[in-house]
């Protein structure tokens, strides 16, 4: 383990012609921790991934990984940092056997040993093509090719969201008792919320380009409150916990807080909201009578 | 040895769910003084969850007083939990009963005391936020 974040964004934008896929993002991933990277189609997730892996480079501000550059520094940093990209492409006509091969010609710190007890252990034969096997098959064995590097830093874009709930369960699995054996950071992203609270401990909601939230995950769902109240101007909440969603019926206010302090007025009642009801409403999601504030908000945190 | 499960639906964190199961284990025997939880690889594997979250739950319960953490061996209940004392809860009773007959004289219906009760334990947002 380092003592450096596991990845480091400082202002860092990519921008594609005169469209930013990402801007302004400044985040810190301890080392360590299960990060998720949520947010919808088109958010700037697999551009904040790409840029991480050196994959592009950055139009503004600047990342590391485990310290280093993954632009100058690629030959040394590479290999300690594992990638699987979307819908996990692997060679279709290559059987399991020649797809552990290249892998092993490609990767200087190969470990043949890991690869071949995850094959052995998710029951896959070595004869056979890579196109032939089922989808949760092909995720585990682009994971196995990741896993088998032995990375400090491993990187998932949208490893589930192609995948049936019991591969997915599999899946997610396998990253766990990777994190548990190696004590290995872990990134990825994902679209769907659900599943995320078990293996998660970090959440970076990233919406329009732009990150929304950056935090720990306990820390982010004990601090949300909803507050629901006869009908008010919120001015009075908003002066002391930041208002993430608002809405109104003609007697009633109901207001999503980020709570910054602990005094409450005792005209609301207070709920407990779920990870992915936050998540919702970072991403602008309103409510049933709501006007999300998301899509105006700056990065928070 | 126990097996854990969660309820995704409970809203309870995922690792405070891991403590009160091992609490309710050792207040009903199930698990005694020097039986060992299961190893984080072993929870982590039978419910996909992150091997952080049990580390978590364990620590709780270490600093609890409840399990004691052996390094490279495993995570062992250390003591029983000892139940609330007789008395305390006998005197603790009367005092709620003499409330409930002042919330009813006050025209407080089951719901509404129910309400009230459930306020008044749950701690203040902000100070577990902290």
């Known amino acids: 383990m380092t003592e450096h974040a596991a990845v480091e964004a400082v202002g860092l934008g990519k921008r594609y012609g005169s469209k930013w896929a990402l801007r302004d993002c400044s985040l810190e991933i301890p080392s360590g921790s299960v990060t998720a990277l949520v947010g919808p189609n088109g958010a700037g997730k697999t551009t904040l991934l790409q840029l991480a892996v050196g994959l592009s480079r950055p139009s503004a501000g600047s990342v590391s990984v485990l310290g280093h550059s993954p632009l100058t520094d690629a030959r040394s940093l590479l290999p300690r940092v594992g990638f699987v990209a979307q819908e996990h492409p692997l060679y279709r006509g290559f059987t399991v056997s020649d797809t552990l091969k290249l892998g092993r010609k490609l990767n200087p710190s190969w470990d043949e040993g890991v690869a071949l007890a995850r094959i052995e252990h998710l029951g896959l034969p070595l004869g056979q093509k890579v196109g032939q096997l089922s989808g949760g098959q092909q995720a585990q064995i682009a994971l196995t090719l990741a896993l088998a590097k032995r990375p400090e830093v491993l990187l998932l874009d949208e490893p589930v969201a192609s995948l049936d709930p019991l591969a997915r369960r599999e899946f997610l699995q396998s990253v766990m008792e990777a994190v548990a054996e190696t004590g290995m950071t872990v990134i990825l992203s994902s679209h769907i919320v659900a599943d995320l609270e078990r293996v998660c401990d970090h959440l970076v909601i990233l919406s329009q380009a732009r990150t929304q939230l950056v935090g720990p995950i306990d820390e982010i769902v004990a601090s949300h409150r909803l507050l629901t109240g006869p009908r008010t101007d919120p001015a009075s909440v908003e002066r002391v916990h930041d208002v993430i969603r608002e809405s109104h019926t003609e007697r009633q206010t109901t207001l999503l807080v980020r709570a910054n302090g602990h005094v409450y007025d005792s005209n609301w009642q207070l709920h407990e909201v779920d990870l992915e009801e936050i998540v919702l409403a970072y991403l602008g999601y309103g409510g049933p009578n709501g006007t999300g504030r998301a899509s105006s908000r700056e990065a928070v945190a | ?130």
Not at chain 2, 1 to 14: K, Y
Not at chain 2, 89 to 118: I, P, T
């Open chain 2, 1 to 130: 040895m126990i097996e854990f499960h969660l309820d995704a639906r409970s809203g309870v964190p995922t690792y405070l769910q891991l403590v009160q199961q091992v609490r309710q284990a050792v207040r009903l025997g199930i698990l005694r003084p020097g039986d060992q939880l299961p190893t984080v690889k072993e929870v982590v594997s039978a419910l996909a969850i992150n091997p952080n979250t049990v580390l978590k739950a364990y620590r709780e319960l270490d600093l609890a007083g409840l399990v004691e953490g052996r390094r490279g061996v495993g995570t062992f209940v250390s003591s029983e939990l000892t139940p609330s004392p007789p008395d305390g809860v006998k005197e603790l009773r009367s005092a709620l009963q003499r409330w409930v007959g002042r919330a009813r004289a006050a025209g407080l219906d089951d719901e509404n005391m129910a309400a009230l009760f459930a306020d008044t334990v749950r701690p203040p947002a902000a100070s577990r936020a902290a």
